[in-house]
Structure formats: structure tokens, C-alpha cells
């Protein structure tokens, strides 16, 4: 079946240290791959997204994602945190020609240590 | 990105009561349209798909008597769930989907059931 996994639940990193956050994906072929951060209370904002080409992505809020066929991943990075980048993050895939049915993986909530 | 909005952002209604929530496309028109459910501190799980003009698809398991989508033009989704009861007490959050397989996410609805 096809499936998104975040390993971890919660992860707590102090304020100015690097950020990854794990992703793997479950699918048949690549499919599109979406970063969303989600604040308390609040809707989703997409972070960024992969469809094709260079399989390093750039985004918003300096987050950047590197897709790695090999090892079905699609993991967030950060090189520097800041306090206001505490939130839920969701990783999701659509299968491609899948008729933009999103799944999500089941979060992670990052917490920033002033 | 595009805009999408949704209305009310939190209600509170008696058990047994009907609620309606609005969806809009805001500054694009959306054949698809996706609504969604998030259960505290989980990740979001797809109800349905909302297609301009026809039935919405609903995934397995989500009663389409119980939460009925309107998706009457291009720009307004609506979900009404019916005889709401405490357990239907969620954050109900929708997208738009565009012609690039990217979903742009409502701010979502805080419904609590008393």
C-alpha cells in the first residue's frame, strides 16, 4: 500500500542548530512530494515541493528537501533554526497521475530550545 | 500562492444540530476541491473528493449520508455535517486543487460538538 512515514514524532533542537526531519515515501513509481508546517490551531502552508529535476528543492523560510530515489526518501533540512520555525511539519506524497489525492504522513512536531 | 478560505473558522453547536462550512477558491477556479479531517495531534486523513458539477468520491469508510459535499462552482465547496454528534468533533480543513498537482489548504474549521 502506499504510505508516508515520519519516523520521528517530536524532535527538539535548539535555536541556531541544524534541522533534518526524515520522510520516506512507499510508492510504486516517484511520486510528488510535498513539505507542509502546520502552526497550532492553524491550516497548512506548503514548505515546498517535488516533482522532477534537481533533486534538491528550495523553499520557504529557508527550508530545503533533498529527494533520494535510492533510499525513498525526501528529507527537510534547515541549516539554521529559529524559534518561530516551532510548529507541526507534514510530509505527503501524491502518486503521480493519482488525481492529486494527498497522503500524509503522521507529523512531526518540532520544538526550538531558546 | 492561491488563496483559499473557509468559513466559519470555529463553531460550536449542540449535538443532534446540522453545520455547514464553506470552502472558496479565491482567485482561482477549482474543479477539484478536497476536504479533510484532522483529530488532535494527528495527521490529516482524506474524506472526500469534490468535483465541480458531480458527486463527491468519499474514501472508505466516511459515511457520505453523514457529511454531505456541495461543490456547486468553481470556486465554492461546502460540507455539511449532519446530526453532528460529539465525535464528530474535529478540525475540518479543505484544499483547491490545481493544474499542477499542487493543493493549496484552507485555514480549516474547528468544529466541537457539545
Known amino acids: 500500500a502506499q504510505s508516508v512515514t515520519q519516523p520521528d514524532i517530536h524532535i527538539t533542537v535548539s535555536e541556531g542548530a541544524s534541522l533534518e526531519l526524515r520522510c520516506n515515501y512507499s510508492y510504486g513509481a516517484t511520486p510528488y512530494l510535498f513539505w507542509y508546517v502546520q502552526s497550532p490551531g492553524q491550516g497548512l502552508q506548503l514548505l515546498l515541493k517535488?516533482?522532477?529535476?534537481?533533486?534538491l528543492v528550495q523553499g520557504i523560510k529557508g527550508f530545503e528537501a533533498e529527494f533520494k530515489r535510492s533510499q525513498s526518501s525526501f528529507n527537510l533540512r534547515k541549516p539554521s533554526v529559529h524559534w518561530s520555525d516551532a510548529a507541526e511539519y507534514f510530509c505527503?506524497?501524491?502518486?503521480?497521475?493519482?488525481?492529486?489525492?494527498?497522503?500524509f504522513g503522521t507529523g512531526t512536531q518540532l520544538k526550538v530550545e531558546l | 500562492g492561491a488563496v483559499v478560505s473557509q468559513h466559519p473558522s470555529w463553531v460550536i453547536c449542540k449535538s443532534g444540530t446540522s453545520v455547514k462550512i464553506e470552502c472558496r477558491s479565491l482567485d482561482f477556479q477549482a474543479t477539484t476541491m478536497f476536504w479533510y479531517r484532522q483529530f488532535p495531534k494527528q495527521s490529516l486523513m482524506l474524506m472526500a473528493t469534490?468535483?465541480?458539477?458531480?458527486?463527491?468520491?468519499?474514501e472508505q469508510g466516511v459515511e457520505k449520508d453523514k457529511f454531505l459535499i456541495n461543490h456547486a462552482s468553481l470556486t465554492l465547496s461546502t460540507l455539511t455535517v449532519t446530526s453532528a454528534h460529539p465525535e464528530d468533533s474535529s478540525f475540518y480543513i479543505c484544499?483547491?486543487?490545481?493544474?499542477?498537482?499542487?493543493?493549496?489548504f484552507g485555514p480549516g474549521t474547528r468544529l466541537t460538538v457539545l
Open positions: 484544499t483547491s486543487a490545481g493544474s499542477t498537482d499542487t493543493q493549496y
Open positions: 517535488y516533482f522532477s529535476g534537481d533533486t
Open positions: 469534490s468535483n465541480e458539477g458531480s458527486k463527491a468520491t468519499y
Open positions: 505527503a506524497a501524491i502518486l503521480t497521475g493519482g488525481g492529486n489525492k494527498l497522503t
